[in-house]
């Protein structure tokens, strides 16, 4: 019931979403000299109120447009209703009524005999019935919508006998009025928003028919690869068809194993947790950490020859990340399909670890679009040239400039790193929606050796060296902070990255970069030493 909960609030603000963009478009076909602001709050002595829409005429007739999404309806009582679900009822016309008196004793503190004219604009629906207190010419419903400019033309012809100017009326309304929302607040609703705009892959992708039993996926961060990844799970399991899902990087495979599909496919995890399972290794915690590395590869050697030795039949094998691995790995999963099976190779062109792959024969699709950079920071990434084509965002978030902060020493470091996060709190974004990101190794790093930054009234939730069923613990804070490179495959709305300090912006920084300035999906801030500044300067 909690998850039908959720779904259904995501539903009904997609849906507020949609009509109020409707509305929106339409009001671009308002001849010039009139103004359009949305949010205004009209809040007066206690009482908080929201006008979605005014529009101000030039004549200074104000215009309120209180938009609805979907049908309301008129109940056996006349009165015009709206059903939340769990939240009851209310009343449309007597919130209409109320915000009405609200925004008339608000515009009389401002000035006397203002023009004011309301409508209820239902872009997606109509009023069902006759509702109580309502004048039918103050409904535009779906079938009005294209009469909406028209009716507010007609507004602007209305008596009036006020003596201030739409400017003042304007700029009063701007400077006083209007909604400065804060930033986390819209954090939920751009994710929901970007899912949906990067949900194209997972659409797509899993509809291709080819006799060739490779399909590789080129796309950069944000574009959905992990959707699509879900998706062709899903379908291989309608389908009563085998599947793997291999990634190098262990966020995305733990967010893939905490899902419900990993009931239903044969196995979801890393590629060295695969080849240890197949191979019935050691564990590699019993393994002295000097030699975890040349462990590690032995293991991947011998699960290699398995694959080649053709020990398996999968139908569907997933393979995320696939940049991160030797070619010779990845071309040697196509041995372990079924006769008809596939193998998907998802990676991201522009951070790569490992050594390209070359197929004989594949079917290729490369994407350039991210749905969860937001645009203004994907900008910076182009003019920087830190990917191997220009990144394309469809985020519908626009975003600003990433802010930048230098230092010139440890004790500069704390502070500018402080200075970031106080201005990410001034923007609104409450301490669990922001990280912060080293970009030097866990034990290098000054600032994961702080987890106060020097004072205090931070907290930083840091790395322990303690696991718990596989799984990283970390320590008490409230803001999160680790290394770049562990945060691959997770973001969050305000990302800060510190310790920037490379000698040269060569391809190794730049896929670094990169993979830092991609974790943000609303602001980004870099704590730089001033020599890279300079570096990065030249280059914008």
């Known amino acids: 019931m909690a998850h039908r909960g959720i779904h259904m ?8 979403e949609i009509a109020e963009l409707m509305v929106k478009k339409k009001l671009e076909d308002l001849p010039p000299g009139y103004s359009v602001i949305a949010n205004v709050d009209i809040a007066a002595e206690g009482k908080s109120s929201e006008l979605d829409t005014v529009v101000v005429t030039p004549t200074g007739v104000i215009v309120v447009l209180e ?7 008129a109940d056996e009582s006349g009165h015009v209703v709206r059903d939340y679900g769990a939240g009851g009822q209310k009343d449309i016309v007597k919130q209409l009524n109320r915000q009405g008196g609200i925004v008339r004793n ?6 006397k005999n203002l023009t004011i004219r ?4 239902l872009p997606t629906g109509k009023l069902d019935g006759y509702g109580i207190g309502i004048d039918s010419a103050r409904v535009i419903d779906a079938d009005r919508m294209d009469e909406l400019c028209n009716i507010i033309l007609d507004c602007d012809r209305l008596p009036h006998n006020h003596d201030v100017s739409k400017d003042t009326i304007v700029e009063f309304l701007e400077n006083h009025c209007v909604v400065k929302q804060s930033l986390s607040s819209i954090s939920e609703t751009l994710d929901i928003r970007c899912r949906e705009l990067s949900s194209g892959l997972a659409t797509w992708i899993p509809r291709i028919e080819s006799p060739l039993a490779v399909v590789e996926v080129n796309a950069p961060a944000g574009a959905g690869k992990t959707q699509l990844a879900l998706s062709l799970l899903q379908k291989a399991h309608q389908e009563k068809r085998s599947a793997w899902y291999i990634n190098t990087t262990r966020n995305i495979a733990q967010k893939l194993q905490d899902h419900p599909i990993n009931q239903h496919v044969e196995f979801i995890g890393t590629w060295h947790e695969l080849a240890i399972e197949k191979t019935r290794a050691e564990d590699p915690a019993d393994i002295d950490s000097l030699k975890l590395s040349q462990y590690f590869n032995d293991v991947s050697e011998a699960f290699v020859q398995k694959l080649e030795d053709g020990n398996y039949s999968i139908d569907c094998i997933v393979l995320d990340d696939a940049q991160d691995l030797k070619s010779d790995w990845v071309v040697a999963l196509t041995q372990a399909l079924s006769s008809d099976g596939t193998l ?15 197929f004989t024969e594949s079917v290729r699709v490369n994407s350039a679009e991210t749905a969860r950079i937001p645009q203004r920071v994907t900008q910076v990434i182009n003019e920087l040239a830190l990917t191997s084509s220009p990144l394309v965002s469809t985020s519908p978030y626009q975003g600003d400039v990433p802010a930048f902060f230098t230092y010139s020493g440890p004790a500069q470091l704390l502070k500018e790193t402080r200075r970031a996060v106080d201005e990410a709190r001034k923007e609104g974004f409450s301490d ?3 990280a912060i990101l080293s970009m030097k190794g866990r ?3 000054e600032i994961l050796c702080s987890p106060t930054l020097g004072l205090d009234k931070y907290s930083l939730k840091q790395p322990l060296d303690e696991f718990k069923n596989g799984r990283q613990l970390f320590s008490d804070g409230t803001i999160f902070n680790d290394t770049v490179r562990r945060f691959k495959g997770l973001q969050a709305p305000c990302i800060i990255l510190t310790e920037v300090d490379f000698d040269e912006l060569d391809d190794q920084t730049k896929s670094l970069l990169y993979l830092g300035m991609t974790r943000a999906s609303m602001s980004l801030k870099i704590v730089l030493t001033d020599a890279f500044a300079q570096k990065l300067a030249a280059c914008l």
Do not use: C, M, W
């Open 67 to 73: 938009v609805k999404a979907g049908n309301l309806i």
């Open 443 to 445: 034990h290098s790093s």
């Open 106 to 111: 608000r515009l009389a503190a401002f000035a």
């Open 118 to 121: 309301s409508f209820l604009v």
């Open 432 to 434: 669990d929606q922001i």
């Open 344 to 358: 998907y190779v998802l990676s991201d062109p522009n951070f790569k670890t490992g050594e390209t792959v070359e």
């Open 9 to 16: 609030d995501e539903q009904k603000t997609r849906q507020g």
